[in-house]
């Protein structure tokens, strides 16, 4: 599958172009352009308005004017240093130009007393004498027609300046193709886009500084372009993975019902529906490939267990990975009761495991014995074989990229992936990331947990925190208390959770304080965890090791300090930790006053609701998508024109013309269908491109 002919001129070097040298291609690599057609995509971020005006009385200072001036006297400086000043006059007023750091000569030909010029540039008042200092252009009348009324100002890096850039797209928007339309006819009219040449030669020629919003038409044309390309190649994975040959593992009900039997309550509508779903799936001879999100204790445990349960059912083995140990720890302790209701042998599996121990586990594993095993990331290990692997379930996606889900489904010649997210994503970034999944979403709480109670508390009270504290374990209640990460340092992160161990426990006494952080020997960590979930210490200080996942019923107290520090995703994860028992659950935001207002904003959104989804969408609003999920980590693509925060919506439309297409035209095969593919190969989705000779 070759790059199609129409498109070589935009993949040659960048050397080909005019007035690029090896030294500018090299400066232009620190923008990510690397051929002709990167700089295609490399669209001016605003426009300086050049219009002609007849005098500066025209305008009001500071603000850039063009116009034409009859140069008079120059005035060298008089020490060294010292600014060199030109007397121009336009058609209505005398101005002087500033210069600093220039050689004379080189100014009186460019300036020659008596003639006519025309000068750009930022007009200010000084000393209450308007001045242009060091003009952007100074042109001779004749020439005036190629400054344009609009200029574009592209993004800079290291080396490259605004001519060198404008110059090279300029050459590179020479070898623009005519190529046929991709976008479905009826969408590109009722939005009133141009065709895909017209809009990126538009978007590079703005006629206004309106037109390099990301509102404008031939701008919102080109990101949906972007948007398409990469739903496109989701949908084409998903399309691949799904005919990916799976096995049909159809459950009995039987394992299924003893663990249901065990629990005190009936599982929640959405839980039922949400393993319907799942059932459906793995029922089927195709690969399942979906994401279960839902809430903060929602209850994905249970639908996990269950979907695990189908495995072994249908004869084969399941497994769940988790991000960290104290994750896959907590995974095994609330697996158990279900798994010995069940009858199902459950084992956890960890870099920690060594020699002997680890070596009869793997063969309890080969052979079969092992029906469902919990582990961290030891499970991709070489020499970890499964019996029968049906189904891989993989929590806590944020910390698992596309790239490892891939290989999980490696591991099962063709295991069902089924991947929980801890808190809701919002549907945009679900979309961008996960638009290669199925989604089923736990949107109830199950019975018996009670709201949480959140208040806002200055840092300047912390005795008056401490002693209610002390009141609260006295009446044999349990709490967590969250130190921050300050400035993302080790050292000081570990220092400020040391040193409110060191005070709570003066205040509190011995043994009824525990102490946790990131710096710890797992096995101590893993010993302190034990201690408070067996009730023996009261009070757990802790960094954010246990935002996820931990789930102590007795524990309905959580005090976060320097609340306005941390993200409200991870605030919101933090409190789900309270309020899985039936005791009335309090949550304490401390701050340092005073709060900035984005700091405000956070805290008053955690403090009116608990729905996750409602503070997912916030927080993406708040602090942007590659933040959201830390981009590197994320998979999430980078895309140069679109804007994940604000075009969500046209996501959307995306997604489903995307989905629209490949269902009508799996093969891309259609006069449409061979514009597509020319998308992907500009785009660089030549991925999807293989996943189309795959299939």
């Given at each position: 599958?070759?790059?199609?002919?129409?498109?070589?001129?935009?993949?040659?070097?960048?050397?080909?172009?005019?007035?690029?040298?090896?030294?500018?291609?090299?400066?232009?690599?620190?923008?990510?352009?690397?051929?002709?057609?990167?700089?295609?995509?490399?669209?001016?971020?605003?426009?300086?308005?050049?219009?002609?005006?007849?005098?500066?009385?025209?305008?009001?200072?500071?603000?850039?004017?063009?116009?034409?001036?009859?140069?008079?006297?120059?005035?060298?400086?008089?020490?060294?240093?010292?600014?060199?000043?030109?007397?121009?006059?336009?058609?209505?007023?005398?101005?002087?130009?500033?210069?600093?750091?220039?050689?004379?000569?080189?100014?009186?030909?460019?300036?020659?007393?008596?003639?006519?010029?025309?000068?750009?540039?930022?007009?200010?008042?000084?000393?209450?004498?308007?001045?242009?200092?060091?003009?952007?252009?100074?042109?001779?009348?004749?020439?005036?027609?190629?400054?344009?009324?609009?200029?574009?100002?592209?993004?800079?890096?290291?080396?490259?300046?605004?001519?060198?850039?404008?110059?090279?797209?300029?050459?590179?928007?020479?070898?623009?193709?005519?190529?046929?339309?991709?976008?479905?006819?009826?969408?590109?009219?009722?939005?009133?886009?141009?065709?895909?040449?017209?809009?990126?030669?538009?978007?590079?020629?703005?006629?206004?500084?309106?037109?390099?919003?990301?509102?404008?038409?031939?701008?919102?044309?080109?990101?949906?372009?972007?948007?398409?390309?990469?739903?496109?190649?989701?949908?084409?994975?998903?399309?691949?993975?799904?005919?990916?040959?799976?096995?049909?593992?159809?459950?009995?009900?039987?394992?299924?019902?003893?663990?249901?039997?065990?629990?005190?309550?009936?599982?929640?509508?959405?839980?039922?529906?949400?393993?319907?779903?799942?059932?459906?799936?793995?029922?089927?001879?195709?690969?399942?490939?979906?994401?279960?999100?839902?809430?903060?204790?929602?209850?994905?445990?249970?639908?996990?267990?269950?979907?695990?349960?189908?495995?072994?059912?249908?004869?084969?083995?399941?497994?769940?990975?988790?991000?960290?140990?104290?994750?896959?720890?907590?995974?095994?302790?609330?697996?158990?009761?279900?798994?010995?209701?069940?009858?199902?042998?459950?084992?956890?599996?960890?870099?920690?495991?060594?020699?002997?121990?680890?070596?009869?586990?793997?063969?309890?594993?080969?052979?079969?014995?092992?029906?469902?095993?919990?582990?961290?990331?030891?499970?991709?290990?070489?020499?970890?074989?499964?019996?029968?692997?049906?189904?891989?379930?993989?929590?806590?996606?944020?910390?698992?990229?596309?790239?490892?889900?891939?290989?999980?489904?490696?591991?099962?010649?063709?295991?069902?992936?089924?991947?929980?997210?801890?808190?809701?994503?919002?549907?945009?970034?679900?979309?961008?990331?996960?638009?290669?999944?199925?989604?089923?979403?736990?949107?109830?709480?199950?019975?018996?947990?009670?709201?949480?109670?959140?208040?806002?508390?200055?840092?300047?009270?912390?005795?008056?925190?401490?002693?209610?504290?002390?009141?609260?374990?006295?009446?044999?209640?349990?709490?967590?208390?969250?130190?921050?990460?300050?400035?993302?340092?080790?050292?000081?992160?570990?220092?400020?959770?040391?040193?409110?161990?060191?005070?709570?426990?003066?205040?509190?006494?011995?043994?009824?304080?525990?102490?946790?952080?990131?710096?710890?020997?797992?096995?101590?960590?893993?010993?302190?965890?034990?201690?408070?979930?067996?009730?023996?210490?009261?009070?757990?200080?802790?960094?954010?090791?246990?935002?996820?996942?931990?789930?102590?019923?007795?524990?309905?107290?959580?005090?976060?300090?320097?609340?306005?520090?941390?993200?409200?995703?991870?605030?919101?994860?933090?409190?789900g930790r309270v309020g899985r028992g039936a005791a009335q659950s309090t949550c304490l935001l401390m701050y340092q006053p005073p709060l900035a207002e984005s700091g405000q904003r956070r805290l008053t959104i955690l403090r009116e609701t608990e729905d996750g989804f409602r503070i997912a969408e916030?927080?993406?609003?708040?602090?942007?998508?590659?933040?959201?999920?830390?981009?590197?980590?994320?998979?999430?693509?980078?895309?140069?024109?679109?804007?994940?925060?604000?075009?969500?919506?046209?996501?959307?439309?995306?997604?489903?013309?995307?989905?629209?297409?490949?269902?009508?035209?799996?093969?891309?095969?259609?006069?449409?269908?061979?514009?597509?593919?020319?998308?992907?190969?500009?785009?660089?989705?030549?991925?999807?491109?293989?996943l189309l000779s795959v299939g």
């Amino acid at each position: 599958m070759s790059r199609p002919e129409i498109l070589f001129p935009l993949f040659a070097d960048l050397e080909t172009l005019d007035g690029v040298g090896p030294k500018t291609a090299k400066a232009f690599a620190g923008l990510g352009v690397t051929r002709p057609k990167d700089l295609l995509f490399l669209l001016p971020h605003s426009a300086v308005d050049r219009s002609r005006r007849r005098s500066i009385r025209e305008v009001m200072p500071p603000v850039t004017a063009t116009v034409e001036v009859e140069i008079g006297a120059h005035y060298p400086p008089r020490r060294k240093g010292g600014p060199y000043r030109i007397a121009v006059r336009d058609a209505e007023a005398e101005f002087t130009l500033v210069f600093f750091h220039a050689r004379g000569d080189y100014l009186t030909r460019l300036l020659p007393q008596g003639e006519r010029r025309l000068v750009s540039g930022r007009i200010e008042f000084f000393d209450g004498m308007a001045q242009m200092v060091h003009p952007d252009h100074v042109l001779r009348p004749e020439e005036a027609a190629d400054l344009p009324a609009c200029e574009p100002v592209y993004p800079l890096a290291a080396g490259l300046t605004q001519k060198l850039v404008a110059k090279a797209a300029a050459a590179a928007l020479e070898r623009l193709p005519e190529l046929a339309e991709w976008i479905d006819p009826a969408l590109k009219a009722r939005e009133g886009w141009p065709d895909w040449a017209t809009a990126v030669r538009a978007s590079h020629a703005p006629a206004a500084p309106a037109d390099v919003t990301p509102t404008a038409a031939a701008r919102r044309r080109l990101a949906y372009d972007e948007l398409f390309a990469h739903q496109l190649t989701l949908t084409l994975a998903r399309a691949t993975r799904r005919r990916g040959k799976g096995q049909a593992s159809v459950g009995t009900g039987a394992l299924q019902r003893r663990a249901l039997d065990s629990l005190p309550f009936a599982p929640t509508g959405a839980q039922t529906r949400a393993l319907s779903e799942v059932a459906a799936d793995m029922a089927t001879p195709l690969r399942m490939n979906r994401l279960l999100q839902g809430d903060v204790g929602a209850g994905k445990t249970l639908v996990a267990f269950l979907a695990l349960a189908i495995a072994v059912e249908a004869g084969g083995q399941g497994v769940m990975m988790a991000p960290t140990e104290i994750l896959a720890r907590q995974h095994v302790a609330s697996l158990a009761p279900l798994a010995e209701a069940a009858g199902i042998r459950l084992e956890l599996l960890t870099g920690r495991d060594k020699g002997a121990e680890r070596a009869s586990k793997l063969a309890a594993l080969a052979s079969g014995e092992i029906g469902v095993l919990v582990g961290t990331h030891a499970v991709f290990q070489k020499d970890v074989l499964f019996h029968d692997l049906r189904l891989a379930i993989v929590d806590e996606q944020h910390r698992f990229g596309v790239a490892q889900r891939m290989e999980l489904g490696a591991k099962g010649a063709a295991a069902d992936v089924l991947v929980m997210t801890a808190t809701p994503i919002p549907r945009s970034l679900a979309l961008a990331s996960y638009g290669d999944m199925d989604v089923s979403v736990l949107d109830e709480k199950p019975p018996g947990r009670s709201p949480v109670k959140t208040a806002l508390v200055s840092c300047e009270r912390m005795d008056e925190v401490v002693a209610s504290l002390a009141h609260a374990v006295a009446e044999g209640r349990q709490a967590y208390w969250v130190c921050p990460l300050v400035e993302d340092s080790e050292a000081v992160d570990y220092a400020s959770a040391e040193a409110r161990f060191q005070h709570l426990r003066a205040a509190l006494g011995e043994g009824v304080v525990g102490l946790v952080h990131g710096q710890m020997a797992p096995a101590d960590k893993d010993a302190a965890m034990a201690r408070f979930v067996a009730g023996e210490t009261r009070v757990l200080v802790a960094t954010t090791v246990i935002e996820v996942g931990v789930n102590v019923p007795n524990a309905s107290i959580m005090v976060i300090e320097r609340a306005e520090i941390f993200g409200l995703a991870q605030l919101h994860q933090l409190r789900g930790r309270v309020g899985r028992g039936a005791a009335q659950s309090t949550c304490l935001l401390m701050y340092q006053p005073p709060l900035a207002e984005s700091g405000q904003r956070r805290l008053t959104i955690l403090r009116e609701t608990e729905d996750g989804f409602r503070i997912a969408e916030e927080d993406l609003a708040i602090r942007g998508a590659g933040d959201l999920i830390g981009t590197a980590q994320s998979g999430l693509p980078r895309f140069r024109i679109a804007d994940l925060e604000r075009q969500a919506a046209l996501m959307e439309l995306a997604q489903s013309d995307a989905r629209k297409l490949l269902n009508d035209d799996p093969a891309l095969a259609s006069p449409r269908g061979q514009a597509a593919r020319l998308l992907l190969w500009l785009l660089d989705q030549d991925r999807a491109i293989r996943l189309l000779s795959v299939g």
